[in-house]
């Protein structure tokens, strides 16, 4: 082809390839074959800057490909696992120098449902003295739970079961402890959990262990270790070594509240912000959350509203104001729905970055079938919407159960109370039909929204005797 005399076309045309790649072999000083694309391989994702960024960091921490791509995402939010390997595939750094010496021998757990917690006691030290440290891990996702006590007494640690039971969403059906005093009679002569509630049911008066008591009150398995086997806990131990090497071992505390407040917010941070390489990514409270679309029934409330946030703050501020516990006033309605806006406003922001969402398998198939029925949450509460079509698709029943149904006997009582209240005499008064739109407003603020201003709601309101003879009617348009 290079020393033919014939024109580009013809020898495009007799080889069937393009004049252009005619031209560009016949200026060629060889014959030899060559690479395709560019002469220096670039990255089609990462610019200079961030190619330099992921290698600096590759080779200074010598970290895993997972934990360098959850470290450097924050720093480079469209950084892919793929992308960063090519990156150190293409620079000679994808894999890391060996280490001398036999690498140990793991095991996995069994698997097991959620809620199979570890639980260990270890000691740490202010300037004010000693404390206790009592963690539990849960075995699969390893969602981690830690208190600091002054004393380490059989009763404290029963309490810290409770607590924890309380912090975690779902139930726990075994917890595996050591052979400690803390936890069970080391002379093996306690009474187990399942030894209580068959002496409760008979009415037997007992004395036994405060961890087994509250095992039996949670109805929780208790499993000890085997004697001179403490790597069957190595889990919660090695947690214990982790919580000391961010607190204790690195910081000095004066006083045991500082120690707490750190011990919090590292535990915070571990929890709903670490991503771990044995739960392919995911937080430890991640994997919650996604056992919970798995097997909704074994959990005791939605995981998502422990999750960190402005969210959680203002459900606590809102719970405060009972002690802690349920909020019965009225107008407090109207606070609870802007914590679901809230609630709702951090869940929009998390589902855009979901992955799954951003797909394209998005279109589920399956078959016809001619009856619907669907419940979903509205800010005046739950709708129920029941269908039935024919052949052709037209709607040819519907039966709908709105929120207001629901509402009606709230609506009822708080309107009964503003009678007692405001009802002086056998007149209706405006300040009365303000009080009604108020307790109105408060359950169903549907019921009332198309008029967009408070006291232009359409009302009737009729009084009545014990004969149920009109006394007297206010109305308002």
């Not at 199979?116 to 849960?138: K, N, Q, S, W």
């Amino acid at each position: 082809m290079q020393h033919s005399q014939e024109s580009l076309r013809a020898l495009a045309k007799r080889y069937g390839i393009n004049p252009k790649t005619v031209a560009k072999w016949k200026g060629r000083p060889d014959t030899a074959d060559r690479r395709t694309g560019p002469k220096a391989p670039l990255s089609m994702v990462l610019s200079i800057e961030e190619e330099a960024i992921v290698l600096a960091f590759r080779r200074h921490t010598l970290l895993p490909l997972d934990d360098c791509l959850y470290a450097l995402q924050a720093t480079i939010p469209h950084l892919k696992r793929s992308s960063l390997h090519r990156c150190l595939q293409r620079h000679g750094t994808s894999r890391l120098p060996d280490t001398e010496g036999d690498k140990p021998k793991r095991s996995k757990f069994k698997t097991c449902p959620i809620g199979y917690f570890h639980i260990d006691i270890a000691e740490v030290r202010t300037e004010m003295g000693r404390l206790y440290l009592f963690v539990a891990i849960y075995r699969t996702s390893k969602f981690a739970f830690a208190q600091l006590h002054e004393k380490a007494t059989r009763r404290v640690a029963g309490d810290f079961l409770r607590a924890l039971a309380v912090a975690v969403p779902y139930r726990i059906h075994t917890v595996l402890t050591d052979n400690g005093t803390h936890f069970t009679d080391p002379a093996g002569n306690g009474w187990t959990p399942e030894d209580i509630k068959a002496m409760r049911a008979d009415g037997v008066l007992f004395r036994c262990h405060s961890f087994e008591l509250s095992c039996a009150d949670l109805n929780i398995e208790h499993r000890l270790t085997k004697p001179r086997h403490p790597w069957t806990n190595g889990q919660v131990e090695r947690m214990n070594r982790t919580i000391k090497e961010a607190t204790v071992k690195r910081f000095y505390y004066e006083t045991h509240d500082q120690l707490r407040q750190h011990l919090t917010d590292f535990v915070a941070a571990y929890n709903f912000a670490r991503r771990l390489k044995t739960l392919r990514g995911l937080t430890p409270y991640e994997f919650i959350c996604q056992q919970w679309e798995k097997e909704p029934s074994r959990f005791i409330q939605n995981p998502h509203y422990q999750i960190p946030g402005l969210n959680k703050k203002a459900r606590q501020d809102f719970m405060a104001q009972a002690g802690g516990g349920r909020v019965h006033a009225t107008l407090a309605y109207h606070w609870a729905r802007l914590i679901c806006m809230i609630h709702c406003t951090e869940t929009i922001r998390a589902l855009l970055y979901d992955d799954d969402l951003q797909g394209t398998d998005l279109v589920v198939t399956g078959t016809r079938r001619p009856v619907g029925i669907s419940i979903l949450e509205a800010p005046r509460g739950s709708l129920f919407h029941h269908y039935e079509v024919d052949d052709d698709d037209r709607v040819t029943r519907a039966n709908l159960i709105v929120a207001t149904t629901h509402n009606n006997e709230a609506i009822n009582r708080s309107i009964r109370q503003v009678a007692v209240e405001y009802l002086t005499g056998r007149e209706i008064t405006e300040e009365l039909l303000n009080h009604i739109e108020v307790a109105i407003r408060a359950y169903d603020p549907c019921l009332s929204c198309a008029t967009h201003a408070l006291g232009q709601m359409p009302l009737i309101a009729t009084l009545e005797d014990a004969e149920g003879t009109v006394i007297a009617t206010g109305t308002r348009h």
